[in-house]
């Protein structure tokens, strides 16, 4: 566990995490207008999504689906009752005044995320709860000098409030364990994970005190959008403590703000007067019951998540748990590796994708699921390296060429001639020349200067641009040069 | 209870409604009528009781997910007070 | 004959299928009526060409052969409905111009049985009161007069526009919503039959919201026939409000037998409360006489918590409400108060566009939803509620249906009680417990007072009984043969 240093000393840090999931559904939570990023203002609102008098809402059976295939994902308890409360304040994108969402009673209670660290080894971060409920609509304050443009269309998408422990203690950990619940959401199709577009938004709970001392007083940094962010907002906020502390102050409970430009947070006007929610029963509604048939269907239709995705390869291909955890991170990059190591020596696959194809992906900053080369193409190579047609060296530059061109492994082969020499009459002739033009050195080495082997080898490589198998290089030189 | 100037402001704010400084008092003593009557229900003893939040006997109907609505900007900003480039407009808000 | 305005919904029905007179010579002479009444303020909005398009309509489908369950019957509706494109104001000026995209289901529901609409009505606003007089319009006046004695009195409320212009022969009948007694205490004072129908059994899609676990809409009729006819019509599973019971709606005509024979009337003990007048306890004694004549067997029941009920509802509805008028804020619709910042325009709106009862129960409910109140007060009262309900279902084991006065006085005069809010809150101490339970009940006109003014008779059902109530209704309404005039129309002005 690491700690911050203080004037007076080190200091821990306590972190727990609020995430807003946006639900993938093609509808809202309680309405029918689309829920699709990017539309016109206004465009993709209803009547109810504005609290327009009299309107009432009506619940998405998909958008439950989805908190509940979530709740299993999470390994979490679901709640075959839960209840919908009101949460009210006024706001200017919160058309009806109050906030559909779940407080006494949600929808999934404890649940858990496995973090790998990077030493290999794991840690356990509890999730408290998940809820189902509606997004507020977006308001623009810098579009004109004295008034605030309000659209509604994001006003009543679905939301899964995610919220963990204060398990957390370092930013390093909380990114990570945003990444882990991200791939977890992609994994299940819950959530896109799509923190630019706003579809994975995070508060975060951050107090400090002296180890082992009872906990601070924390303050919560609203809808940071990024896990970069995160990782700096808790930083930068987690020092501000610390110094307003050591300097003899107390932390007040406050709402802040992340000032990306700045990297600093700050206290968030809008919510300087203490709020009182005044949640109670949505009288709209009533209370949410599952059948546990409906729950162990989803169950059972859940897709291999990541942990158990990362112990079959460990298991089955029997990679590190450092490779096989990057490997699953992301649902694409799995089956990449997956579909490549089919068949095939599952290290040497393993080093290929993790090595050449996503230095080439990060190059190029694309995502696998659009590799200029696919895993088959990347599974043709492997195979002309283990049949000795091209050898491991010349595979990186076929790899290059292959994502320049797009072209097929055997066909770059062919059309450089990089195809690997194993004639050894070829490779005898080649040696016989190397030594006729370095007499000397021939000379040295059987006077018992073995050290000259490598320049040996390196010289026939040379003659023979490369191709010359270097098994057979060894075992010829060694015979001739002896004499 | 007897309501003080001091919470019927706080309700005010709370609820969004302007009271003037000169009607609180006056508020206060209604609003505390109101409230002593309303607590002659101390006198029945409701432990173990559920509360109840409604009446029907029934659970949440679910809809399917399906794109029924939306797509009527003018329909949803034709009664706006104030409105430019199909945004509602309000009083600039800093966060 | 008899003047056009002094038919029942039944007969007029019959005359138009029998093309005694058409849909267009209804509706004119309604909407003559509706002019003739502006002086009792029933109407907020009068909508005389819809009405007369939609006879028009009316009468080609008659001509065809066609005429659905109301068509070409002249409605009222209570200002409360969301109507397309007709200003809807709930009777505050915080609605103000407010012209609806959408119709109500309840009375989509009806203009697609055929019905003719000839307005909107007044109310209390945001159905706030018994008594109409807190509409930002000024108070509907009752078309009754006290015998000699010319003061303006109440319509009762908050449905008084309703059951005013009802009473006053300017509509054959007119929807009202019922959240703590609104449809029955205005029917009993206006002399007309108000039925409050079990919770769900109307949809709430498109009417103002007050108290959503409360609000139910109801038909204002003069005769318990034309309330089942209406009914029938507004009634139905509505799959756009959740709280929509998803029940088929019986053939409630079909349920006026007129007797009684082998089933129990319930008489609540605890309904004899101080402060009743002596007659209406003797009204109400004459209708236990009958409802034995028709067959019935009265039972003494009891339901203890009745008391109770008044404080319960004025915790849990004002709560509700001040949830639902969270909406009100100058943003998409109605009025807007300029302000510097978003709370001033907030605080500014909502200052000047509620009235002050609405005001006082947007900061009771407030108060009693906040930190630390919650508990004392919400909870409490929703612990209540359970018990009321049970007191109903417990006694619903002995008795069949129930039969109770409808308020504890007749009519009272316009600023009465109006400086005591808990004074106007017991109008409904016998109409509250029901919608606490979510029960059907209907008010008939059963007598007259000493003063000359109409009382009512309730009786009260199972949940979704709404037949049983229509039949002991319809059982009073023989029996009482009530055909007394209001002063407003008396000597058969026409
Ligand atoms: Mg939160
Ligand atoms: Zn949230």
Same mark, same amino acid.
């Given at each position: 566990?690491?700690?911050?240093?203080?004037?007076?000393?080190?200091?821990?840090?306590?972190?727990?995490?609020?995430?807003?999931?946006?639900?993938?559904?093609?509808?809202?939570?309680?309405?029918?207008?689309?829920?699709?990023?990017?539309?016109?203002?206004?465009?993709?609102?209803?009547?109810?999504?504005?609290?327009?008098?009299?309107?009432?809402?009506?619940?998405?059976?998909?958008?439950?689906?989805? $908190?509940?295939?979530?709740?299993?994902?999470?390994?979490?308890?679901?709640?075959?009752?839960?209840?919908?409360?009101?949460?009210?304040?006024?706001?200017?994108?919160?058309?009806?005044?109050?906030?559909?969402?779940?407080?006494?009673?949600?929808?999934?209670?404890?649940?858990?995320?496995?973090?790998?660290?990077?030493?290999?080894?794991?840690? #356990?971060?509890?999730?408290?709860?998940?809820?189902?409920?509606?997004?507020?609509?977006?308001?623009?304050?810098?579009?004109?000098?004295?008034?605030?443009?309000?659209?509604?269309?994001?006003?009543?998408?679905?939301?899964?409030?995610?919220?963990?422990?204060?398990?957390?203690?370092?930013?390093?950990?909380?990114?990570?364990?945003?990444?882990?619940?991200?791939?977890?959401?992609?994994?299940?199709?819950?959530?896109?994970?799509?923190?630019?577009?706003?579809?994975?938004?995070?508060?975060?709970?951050?107090?400090?005190?002296?180890?082992?001392?009872?906990?601070?007083?924390?303050?919560?940094?609203?809808?940071?959008?990024?896990?970069?962010?995160?990782?700096?907002?808790?930083?930068?906020?987690?020092?501000?403590?610390?110094?307003?502390?050591?300097?003899?102050?107390?932390?007040?409970?406050?709402?802040?703000?992340?000032? $990306?430009?700045?990297?600093?947070?700050?206290?968030?006007?809008?919510?300087?007067?203490?709020?009182?929610?005044?949640?109670?029963?949505?009288?709209?509604?009533?209370?949410?019951?599952?059948?546990?048939?409906?729950?162990?269907?989803?169950?059972? #239709?859940?897709?291999?998540?990541?942990?158990?995705?990362?112990?079959?390869?460990?298991?089955?291909?029997?990679?590190?748990?450092?490779?096989?955890?990057?490997?699953?991170?992301?649902?694409?990059?799995?089956?990449?590796?997956?579909?490549?190591? @089919?068949?095939?020596?599952?290290?040497?696959?393993?080093?290929?994708?993790?090595?050449?194809?996503?230095?080439?992906?990060?190059?190029?900053?694309?995502?696998?699921?659009?590799?200029?080369?696919?895993? @088959? $193409?990347?599974?043709?190579?492997?195979?002309?390296?283990?049949?000795?047609?091209?050898?491991?060296?010349?595979?990186?530059?076929?790899?290059?060429?292959?994502?320049?061109?797009?072209?097929?492994?055997?066909?770059?082969?062919?059309?450089?001639?990089?195809?690997?020499?194993?004639?050894?009459?070829?490779?005898?002739?080649?040696?016989?020349?190397?030594?006729?033009?370095?007499?000397?050195?021939?000379?040295?080495?059987?006077?018992? @200067?073995?050290?000259?082997?490598?320049?040996?080898?390196?010289?026939?490589?040379?003659?023979?641009?490369?191709?010359?198998?270097?098994?057979?290089?060894?075992?010829?030189?060694?015979?001739?040069?002896?004499? | 209870?007897?309501?003080?100037?001091?919470?019927?402001?706080?309700?005010?704010?709370?609820?969004?409604?302007?009271?003037?400084?000169?009607?609180?008092?006056?508020?206060?003593?209604?609003?505390?009528?109101?409230?002593?009557?309303?607590?002659?229900?101390?006198?029945?003893?409701?432990?173990?009781?559920?509360?109840?939040?409604?009446?029907?006997?029934?659970?949440?109907?679910?809809?399917?997910?399906?794109?029924?609505?939306?797509?009527?900007?003018?329909?949803?900003?034709?009664?706006?007070?104030?409105?430019?480039?199909?945004?509602?407009?309000?009083?600039?808000?800093?966060? | 004959?008899?003047?056009?305005?002094?038919?029942?919904?039944?007969?007029?029905?019959?005359?138009?299928?029998?093309?005694?007179?058409?849909?267009?010579?209804?509706?004119?002479?309604?909407?003559?009526?509706?002019?003739?009444?502006?002086?009792?303020?029933?109407?907020?909005?009068?909508?005389?060409?819809?009405?007369?398009?939609?006879?028009?309509?009316?009468?080609?489908?008659?001509?065809?052969?066609?005429?659905?369950?109301?068509?070409?019957?002249?409605?009222?509706?209570?200002?409360?409905?969301?109507?397309?494109?007709?200003?809807?104001?709930?009777?505050?000026?915080?609605?103000?111009?407010?012209?609806?995209?959408?119709?109500?289901?309840?009375?989509?529901?009806?203009?697609?049985?055929?019905?003719?609409?000839?307005?909107?009505?007044?109310?209390?606003?945001?159905?706030?009161?018994?008594?109409?007089?807190?509409?930002?319009?000024?108070?509907?006046?009752?078309?009754?007069?006290?015998?000699?004695?010319?003061?303006?009195?109440?319509?009762?409320?908050?449905?008084?526009?309703?059951?005013?212009?009802?009473?006053?022969?300017?509509?054959?009948?007119?929807?009202?919503?019922?959240?703590?007694?609104?449809?029955?205490?205005?029917?009993?004072?206006?002399?007309?039959?108000?039925?409050?129908?079990?919770?769900?059994?109307?949809?709430?899609?498109?009417?103002?919201?007050?108290?959503?676990?409360?609000?139910?809409?109801?038909?204002?009729?003069?005769?318990?026939?034309?309330?089942?006819?209406?009914?029938?019509?507004?009634?139905?599973?509505?799959?756009?409000?959740?709280?929509?019971?998803?029940?088929?709606?019986?053939?409630?005509?079909?349920?006026?037998?007129?007797?009684?024979?082998?089933?129990?009337?319930?008489?609540?003990?605890?309904?004899?409360?101080?402060?009743?007048?002596?007659?209406?306890?003797?009204?109400?004694?004459?209708?236990?006489?009958?409802?034995?004549?028709?067959?019935?067997?009265?039972?003494?029941?009891?339901?203890?918590?009745?008391?109770?009920?008044?404080?319960?509802?004025?915790?849990?509805?004002?709560?509700?409400?001040?949830?639902?008028?969270?909406?009100?804020?100058?943003?998409?619709?109605?009025?807007?108060?300029?302000?510097?910042?978003?709370?001033?325009?907030?605080?500014?709106?909502?200052?000047?566009?509620?009235?002050?009862?609405?005001?006082?129960?947007?900061?009771?409910?407030?108060?009693?939803?906040?930190?630390?109140?919650?508990?004392?007060?919400?909870?409490?009262?929703?612990?209540?509620?359970?018990?009321?309900?049970?007191?109903?279902?417990?006694?619903?084991?002995?008795?069949?249906?129930?039969?109770?006065?409808?308020?504890?006085?007749?009519?009272?005069?316009?600023?009465?009680?109006?400086?005591?809010?808990?004074?106007?809150?017991?109008?409904?101490?016998?109409?509250?417990?029901?919608?606490?339970?979510?029960?059907?009940?209907?008010?008939?006109?059963?007598?007259?007072?000493?003063?000359?003014?109409?009382?009512?008779?309730?009786?009260?059902?199972?949940?979704?009984?709404?037949?049983?109530?229509?039949?002991?209704?319809?059982?009073?309404?023989?029996?009482?043969?009530?055909?007394?005039?209001?002063?407003?129309?008396?000597?058969?002005?026409?």
């Amino acid at each position: 566990m690491s700690l911050i240093e203080g004037r007076t000393g080190s200091w821990e840090v306590v972190i727990g995490l609020e995430v807003h999931a946006q639900v993938i559904s093609q509808a809202k939570l309680f309405s029918g207008a689309a829920t699709a990023f990017g539309a016109e203002p206004n465009t993709q609102v209803s009547t109810v999504d504005a609290a327009f008098p009299g309107m009432l809402p009506v619940i998405n059976r998909y958008c439950v689906e989805q $908190a509940v295939r979530t709740g299993l994902g999470l390994e979490a308890e679901i709640n075959l009752v839960s209840v919908f409360d009101r949460k009210n304040y006024f706001y200017a994108d919160l058309p009806a005044g109050y906030q559909i969402s779940q407080y006494k009673r949600p929808i999934v209670g404890k649940g858990k995320i496995v973090l790998d660290m990077p030493d290999g080894t794991t840690r #356990e971060i509890g999730i408290t709860r998940l809820h189902l409920e509606q997004d507020a609509g977006k308001s623009l304050h810098d579009q004109h000098a004295e008034y605030t443009y309000v659209d509604l269309n994001r006003s009543g998408i679905a939301l899964m409030e995610i919220v963990s422990e204060p398990d957390l203690r370092t930013s390093e950990e909380a990114g990570a364990y945003l990444k882990k619940l991200r791939s977890i959401l992609r994994y299940l199709g819950t959530c896109d994970g799509n923190m630019e577009e706003g579809s994975l938004r995070c508060d975060c709970n951050v107090s400090v005190r002296k180890p082992g001392a009872e906990l601070g007083t924390r303050c919560e940094i609203k809808n940071v959008n990024s896990i970069r962010y995160v990782m700096q907002a808790i930083e930068h906020e987690a020092r501000r403590q610390i110094e307003v502390i050591e300097d003899g102050g107390k932390i007040e409970q406050e709402t802040r703000l992340f000032d $990306a430009g700045r990297g600093v947070t700050r206290p968030m006007r809008s919510k300087e007067h203490a709020h009182d929610y005044r949640y109670f029963p949505d009288p709209d509604l009533l209370p949410l019951v599952l059948d546990p048939k409906a729950v162990e269907h989803i169950r059972r #239709e859940l897709p291999e998540l990541p942990d158990a995705k990362k112990a079959r390869f460990i298991r089955d291909y029997k990679l590190s748990p450092y490779d096989a955890g990057v490997l699953v991170g992301e649902k694409a990059s799995a089956d990449f590796y997956e579909a490549v190591a @089919k068949g095939r020596d599952p290290k040497l696959a393993a080093n290929w994708v993790m090595g050449d194809l996503f230095g080439a992906l990060n190059r190029l900053n694309v995502e696998v699921e659009s590799s200029p080369v696919s895993a @088959k $193409a990347l599974g043709e190579l492997i195979d002309l390296i283990t049949d000795n047609t091209v050898s491991g060296r010349l595979a990186k530059d076929v790899f290059a060429a292959m994502v320049e061109t797009g072209k097929s492994a055997a066909v770059i082969v062919e059309e450089r001639g990089l195809k690997q020499v194993t004639d050894t009459g070829a490779i005898e002739a080649a040696i016989d020349a190397v030594m006729k033009a370095q007499v000397e050195k021939v000379a040295e080495y059987r006077s018992g @200067k073995d050290k000259l082997f490598g320049f040996f080898v390196g010289q026939v490589m040379k003659a023979t641009q490369g191709k010359a198998n270097p098994g057979l290089v060894n075992e010829l030189l060694k015979k001739k040069l002896a004499g | 209870m007897a309501l003080d100037k001091a919470t019927v402001a706080r309700i005010a704010t709370l609820a969004r409604i302007k009271v003037p400084e000169s009607d609180l008092e006056h508020l206060a003593k209604e609003l505390s009528g109101i409230l002593t009557w309303i607590e002659q229900l101390r006198e029945v003893d409701t432990a173990g009781v559920e509360p109840m939040a409604s009446v029907a006997e029934m659970t949440l109907p679910m809809r399917e997910d399906h794109v029924t609505d939306g797509n009527c900007r003018d329909k949803i900003l034709s009664n706006a007070p104030q409105q430019a480039h199909g945004f509602f407009l309000v009083p600039k808000v800093v966060e | 004959m008899t003047a056009l305005t002094d038919l029942t919904i039944a007969e007029a029905r019959d005359g138009l299928r029998k093309k005694e007179f058409s849909a267009g010579e209804l509706a004119e002479a309604h909407v003559a009526a509706v002019e003739r009444a502006r002086p009792l303020k029933a109407y907020i909005t009068e909508t005389p060409d819809r009405a007369r398009d939609m006879a028009a309509g009316a009468d080609a489908r008659l001509a065809r052969g066609e005429g659905r369950a109301l068509e070409g019957i002249p409605l009222a509706i209570k200002d409360l409905f969301c109507t397309e494109g007709v200003e809807t104001t709930a009777a505050s000026r915080i609605l103000g111009g407010f012209k609806p995209p959408y119709e109500s289901t309840v009375t989509a529901n009806l203009w697609s049985a055929g019905a003719v609409m000839l307005g909107k009505t007044n109310l209390d606003e945001f159905a706030m009161g018994s008594s109409t007089t807190t509409s930002a319009y000024g108070p509907s006046e009752n078309p009754w007069r006290r015998r000699g004695d010319n003061r303006p009195l109440v319509p009762g409320g908050s449905s008084g526009g309703s059951s005013a212009a009802v009473a006053a022969r300017a509509a054959m009948g007119a929807t009202g919503t019922d959240t703590g007694g609104s449809i029955r205490q205005p029917a009993g004072f206006s002399g007309i039959v108000g039925l409050k129908p079990t919770y769900g059994r109307c949809s709430r899609w498109g009417i103002v919201a007050f108290a959503s676990s409360l609000d139910q809409a109801g038909p204002m009729t003069r005769t318990v026939r034309d309330a089942a006819i209406m009914l029938g019509a507004m009634a139905g599973h509505d799959p756009k409000d959740s709280t929509s019971a998803p029940l088929p709606v019986p053939d409630y005509e079909a349920a006026l037998t007129g007797e009684l024979r082998g089933l129990k009337v319930g008489i609540p003990r605890e309904y004899r409360v101080d402060g009743m007048a002596a007659e209406i306890e003797q009204l109400w004694q004459q209708g236990i006489a009958w409802l034995r004549d028709a067959g019935a067997t009265p039972v003494e029941i009891s339901l203890p918590m009745t008391k109770y009920a008044l404080p319960a509802y004025y915790i849990i509805a004002p709560a509700e409400a001040s949830s639902n008028l969270a909406r009100y804020d100058g943003v998409r619709y109605g009025l807007r108060v300029p302000g510097e910042s978003l709370d001033e325009m907030y605080e500014a709106t909502r200052a000047a566009g509620f009235g002050a009862e609405v005001r006082r129960r947007i900061l009771i409910g407030t108060y009693v939803l906040s930190a630390g109140y919650y508990d004392a007060y919400y909870l409490k009262a929703q612990q209540l509620r359970t018990l009321i309900a049970r007191d109903f279902s417990n006694a619903f084991k002995s008795c069949d249906f129930i039969l109770a006065p409808t308020a504890p006085s007749a009519a009272f005069a316009i600023g009465e009680k109006a400086d005591d809010p808990v004074a106007m809150y017991l109008n409904d101490v016998f109409t509250v417990p029901v919608n606490l339970a979510g029960l059907p009940g209907i008010s008939v006109p059963a007598g007259l007072s000493s003063d000359g003014l109409p009382l009512g008779l309730q009786v009260i059902g199972r949940a979704f009984d709404e037949a049983m109530v229509l039949r002991a209704g319809d059982v009073i309404e023989r029996a009482a043969r009530f055909t007394h005039k209001p002063a407003f129309i008396a000597g058969g002005k026409e």
